[in-house]
């Protein structure tokens, strides 16, 4: 049997293709330059594919056509599901008609509201009376520091105001 040798033939196109190919991925991946990427990705097939049909006819190497093509198709592929995403996203944006921008307004709205409600509840009179219990509590403690016997008096006192403390926060 003679043996046939292999050529070059399609290897320079092959190259091409899967440097495109390369390309084609980062550039879908990244979404913003999903155009770009899908025409890279769809030169690099049809560069690959040619490659690959004159190394099948002159019993030239497929190896570097084939991978070419098989990764210009990966990017393109990305490509085009950024390009369904985002033209599902318009579409769904069409559809609504400025209606997500009345729901952006509805959250502020809301956010609004929640900030009033918190500074609303939070009463003059209740700080006050939390002020008054912080300051006795601050001068029994300075009052009892030198009398070590009145330490259980003093855990009550404090458990008191931990208690009309949390009270207060239930109230409100």
Known sequence: MVEQQKTNTGQGLGIAGLVLGII?????VMGCTFIIALLFGAVGIVLSAIGLSQAKQENGSKGVP???LVVSIVGSVIA??????????????VDQKGKWFDKLEHLEEISRDME????????EKDMEELEKKMEELEGEVNEEEGNASNSGQEDEEVKK???????LRKER
């Open 80 to 93: 085009i599901l950024w390009f369904l995403f985002l033209g599902a996203f318009i579409r769904d944006a």
């Open 66 to 68: 084939t991978a070419g």
């Open 161 to 167: 105001a931990e208690e009309e403390l949390e009270k």
């Open 116 to 123: 009033e409600g918190v500074e609303n509840e939070v009463d």
């Open 24 to 28: 084609s991925i980062p550039l879908a």
